[in-house]
């Protein structure tokens, strides 16, 4: 009973002075009951047991066969002297010199098939992430302004929107589109859909193309993902067509998948190249807020109005090896996990139309104790990777998904991190909101804007979404990385970190 009690923890909010109703006038609290992650530690530790036990099955005969060869090969040249060794092997090369040059092609054919059959290394190039312009920039009271000034929400609605953003860890200088903030019209058209894509994805692309150096036509693998707007020709074909890539480029469209979806576009592009060397691959992450902008009064599809905002990153990976020597990061790990199997975590995010039938993205309160058990089965196979005890020593910086404060917080207590460790996610939080797919790459760029990324340092990617899925991706230096010449960071470093 006492550990079952273990796992929630209470909450006094403040709820501000009742405007109607028999308590008008009145200050009023509510108690937030939650239920914390679960002990991932506990499970990394069992993890090791398993992990064992599969590699003394899996290897038990090179385990055993190996010393016995060694024990008898000792006891054969131990027997015999220097001169008599020297001579058998002398004579042995000299009378069956066929048997010699047949052993060594042997020899030089097994090398070759082991090194040819290994993954080729992937590696990072360079991203970039697109940073609006400041005409798009609002603070949390500007926010409220376009909210109320829509005329689509009771006074209800609008204070429910007030409360979460003043606990979301948002600051006053994200982005949300123009049609937004402009047009009291529904936005969730697929014209300011396309309008919204085209600024956010070549605005990204045109900085990573002119960082990187490499033509368009020279990329011969694209990946898109954007989870909630998927028109007819697909994102990925827009980018095809603005920039005139190849013909024969492989192109990927991801659609419907989450906050994680970046991360999986990631691993598509590494089985791709995998299967085509001496390749360039783009994966572009973003999602559209116009289009998913929300206008009735469903406090759960309220939710992502208050946290979503405007983002998009583009990365460059290349599996050619000349290109070594330029990387930033060399690809680790790749570790996924999907809830979906179970109903309650397969409609945790759910994309829906209210009783107006008005259409929305309906987030369940069961969040976080479903994103803490997905999270727990993804460290515990993360975990065992990096080969050491605690995995939170196997890695330098931390990109958790900047989904919200609350989150944030669960994710930090749980998982006992630092305030250093949580840093980047944080800050990106504040500073650029919720940007879905993509926000893992702002806090990689505060840590790049920041000089703290160093050689042979390790980062670990971790991000959560509808599905329900965890994702998770491991990086390592392959330099020390200086402040880049284009970064969305570079105007407002200065004053992060922020209490």
């Known amino acids: ?47 090791y047991v398993k992990l064992g036990y ?112 003043m606990s979301s860890g948002i600051g006053d200088e994200t982005y949300i589109p123009k049609a937004v903030i402009s047009s009291a019209e529904n936005t969730a058209t697929m014209k300011e859909g396309r309008a919204e894509a085209s600024m956010v994805m070549f605005g990204a692309l045109d900085e990573l193309f002119e960082k990187t150096r490499v033509r368009p036509k020279d990329v011969g693998v694209l990946v898109v993902n954007c989870s909630i707007f998927n028109p007819t020709p697909s994102l990925s074909a827009m980018i095809i067509n603005h920039y005139k890539m190849r013909g024969n480029i492989l192109s990927y469209n991801l659609g419907g998948m989450g ?29 559209m807020v116009a289009f998913n902008w929300y206008q009735g009064k469903n406090r759960s599809m309220l ?16 599996n050619r090896r000349r290109d070594y020597s330029r990387a930033k990061y060399r690809l680790e790990h790749v570790v996924r996990t999907h809830k979906g199997a179970d109903d309650r975590s397969f409609r945790c995010v759910y994309q829906e139309e209210d009783e107006q039938k008005l259409k929305g993205l309906k987030i369940s309160k069961d969040l976080i104790e479903i994103g803490g058990d997905a999270l727990k089965t993804n460290i515990t196979t993360l975990g065992p990777l990096p080969y050491i005890p605690d995995y939170k020593l196997a890695f330098e910086h931390f990109c958790v998904h900047a989904a919200s404060k609350t989150i944030l917080d669960e994710l930090q207590r749980n998982l006992e991190l630092s305030d250093k460790n949580m840093e980047a996610s944080r800050m990106t939080l504040h500073r650029f909101g919720n940007t879905s797919s993509s926000s893992i790459w702002y806090e990689l760029a505060y840590m790049e804007a920041k000089e703290s990324v160093r050689r042979g340092d390790r980062v670990w990617q971790l991000a959560f979404g509808s599905g329900f899925k965890c994702n998770s991706v491991v990086w390592r230096a392959m330099r020390r990385v200086t402040k880049p010449s284009r970064n969305p960071w570079l105007d407002c470093i200065n004053r992060y970190p922020v209490v």
């Open 303 to 318: 939710i992502p109005n208050c946290f979503f905002r405007m983002g998009c990153s583009a990365l460059l990976l290349s």
């Open 54 to 165: 599969h590699y003394l099955i899996n290897h038990g005969i090179y385990l055993f066969t190996i010393p016995v060869l060694l024990v008898v090969f000792s006891a054969e040249v131990g027997s015999l002297s220097k001169e008599d060794l020297w001579k058998k092997l002398w004579e042995d090369a000299r009378y069956d010199l066929a048997t010699v040059l047949a052993s060594f092609g042997v020899l030089v054919f097994t090398f070759s098939v082991y090194f040819m059959s290994r993954p080729r290394p992937i590696y990072l190039i360079d991203f970039a992430c697109y940073k609006p312009q400041d005409e798009l920039k609002v603070s949390r009271e500007q926010f409220m302004e376009v909210a109320r000034r829509s005329g689509k929400f009771d006074e209800g609605s609008l204070e429910f929107q007030k409360r979460m953003l």
């Open 1 to 47: 009973m006492a550990s079952e009690r273990d796992m929630f923890s209470a909450e006094i909010v403040n709820r501000g002075i009742e405007s109607t109703g028999p308590n008008a006038g009145s200050l009023t609290f509510s108690v937030r009951v939650r239920r914390r992650l679960p002990d991932f530690l506990q499970s990394v530790n069992l993890k």
């Open 259 to 287: 906050c994680s979806a970046g991360i999986i576009g990631v691993d598509l592009a590494k089985d791709i190249l995998q299967a085509n060397p001496n390749n360039y691959a783009v994966v572009v992450s973003t999602e």
